[in-house]
């Protein structure tokens, strides 16, 4: 079953877990599988006023719309292109008095497409909303609750003289989103911006260890012109690994840097199906992401329990003092912390490794790069060897361990971790993505650093010495209290 653009692949019953896509044709690591727009996206309800409403870029002065005063975008090409999506919208946020919650937002953009266009297939779509999995039956009490009222304010919100629909389809676009909604990024893919709705991107079952990934790509300004608005914003298929014709094409809905029981739990409660997928089954990794110390001192069981249950309460207080931007103490306690951690737990252990990531995250932005590099650097090396070397979060990993060693006059150890980092990006991202053309631009700047090491190292570091003291201080990004944006957004 094939639809417009989308030859290269099929919707066909996969056994046990419903529908699934599967490849018409072989792909190779990297390869754009498929690029689809979304049926329908809103931006988060906190951040409004920071995010184009049309291809949710970040950007520092934004348009408002002179009706409703609730969208911005990023000038008038993008403010035209919305229109059609927008109209209805603009004049019920007039009528309404405000502009209601994200998830009733994105069930009226639905709803209104669907009344343009009918119930049908859209264009390009290999399946309608109509058949897209709902979970509602698998809804638990507090779920269940949470639906009602969404649908109650959704029909203050609806207007009058648009068509109306009955409960029990509300109800099923309200489940569609809650366990289908696309987490949209902004330009860089660092921050969780929007929900979509993309029905063929729906139809990829999960792995823990899948052959593709999802990107969401914002476009740009001459696709709108050239072609119609919903190619500015969309999400690409990308291969990970060889596919062959007929292969299941599979995505990861949740990271993989968590032992198997515990994404099984994560998988079950979020999106109502057991997994079983080969690395869940056989345990894969997990011996890994569990490792303690080998040898002579080995610890005892007692002692492995007890500084894991150190590492999880720390890790409360460190999250808790990053939100109120206490980011002293968090380094405080991650110190403390990893004292305890490192004669007990093994270099791949994931509580070792959490504490490490925020740890470097938040010495480079305080400017301590030296121990934020070393810290660093043991935490890509426990990464690639429980990652996927087509990770999309391990590129970003690596790319920031790459930066933070550059800034710490580490340009040898910098340059190898940038180029690793772009080799990634390049399957996971693309070669236009801005995120690898940035990358591009620190791989070439840091290979002629590197020359310039190479040929006279007491010249180089004169030399940086006086830029950077001609620089001002750069402020590296405020750390976020986020992981890298899920692959599905999960209304809390």
Request: with cysteine; charged share 25%; net charge neutral.
């Amino acid at each position: 079953m094939t639809k417009g653009g989308m030859e290269s692949v099929e919707v066909f019953p996969a056994e046990g877990k419903g529908r699934g896509l599967r490849a018409q044709k072989e792909f190779l690591p990297g390869d754009v599988i498929f690029a689809e727009p979304a049926y329908a996206a809103v931006v988060f309800d906190s951040l409004t006023h920071i995010i184009c409403h049309t291809c949710f870029k970040r950007q520092e002065r934004l348009h408002r719309c002179g009706q409703c005063k609730f969208a911005y975008y990023c000038d008038r090409t993008c403010q035209r292109a919305a229109w059609l999506d927008h109209k209805n919208e603009c004049s019920a946020i007039k009528r309404h008095g405000k502009a209601p919650t994200e998830n009733i937002r994105l069930a009226a953009r639905i709803l209104w497409r669907m009344e343009r266009e009918g119930s049908g297939l859209a264009e390009g779509c290999l399946v309608s909303i109509d058949e897209l999995q709902n979970h509602v039956d698998s809804f638990g009490e507090e779920e269940k609750k949470e639906l009602h009222a969404d649908v109650e304010s959704f029909l203050e919100y609806w207007p009058p003289q648009s068509q109306q629909f009955g409960m029990q389809f509300i109800s099923h676009v309200f489940g569609v989103i809650n366990c289908n909604g696309f987490t949209l990024s902004d330009q860089r893919g660092l921050q969780a911006v929007g929900v979509g709705i993309f029905p063929n991107l729906c139809q990829a079952n999960h792995d823990c260890w899948p052959n593709c990934t999802v990107i969401f790509n914002n476009g740009n300004h001459e696709a709108v012109r050239s072609m119609f608005h919903t190619q500015m914003s969309r999400i690409e298929l990308r291969a990970l690994s060889k596919i062959s014709p007929g292969d299941e094409l599979t995505v990861a809905y949740v990271d993989f840097l968590n032992v198997s029981e515990e994404r099984r739990k994560q998988l079950k409660k979020q999106y109502y199906f057991d997994c079983m997928c080969e690395h869940c089954k056989k345990q894969i990794k997990d011996d890994l992401m569990l490792a303690v110390k080998e040898g002579e001192n080995k610890p005892s069981a007692e002692t492995v329990k007890e500084v894991i249950q150190f590492s999880k309460d720390t890790l409360e207080k460190i999250n808790k003092a990053r939100l109120e931007g206490v980011y002293h103490e968090v380094v405080r306690l991650c110190r403390e912390c990893l004292k305890k951690q490192e004669p007990v737990l093994g270099e791949t252990n994931i509580h070792l490794l959490r504490i490490l990531s925020i740890a470097s995250e938040v010495l480079s932005y305080l400017q301590m790069f030296e121990e934020a590099a070393d810290y660093a650097k043991r935490m890509v090396d426990g990464y690639l060897k429980i990652y996927h070397p087509n990770n999309a979060q391990l590129g970003m990993a690596v790319m920031r361990a790459g930066v933070t060693h550059w800034h710490a006059g580490l340009i040898e150890a910098g340059h190898g971790l940038i180029c690793k980092a772009y080799a990634i990006l390049l399957v996971t991202h693309g070669p236009s993505h801005p995120i690898t053309k940035d990358l591009e631009v620190m791989r070439v700047q840091t290979e002629m650093e590197l020359r310039m090491f190479q040929q006279n190292e007491f010249m180089y570091y004169k030399m940086r010495e006086a830029a950077l003291k001609n620089q001002k201080i750069q402020v590296m990004p405020e750390p976020s209290n986020e992981t890298s944006p899920s692959l599905f957004h999960k209304k809390e």
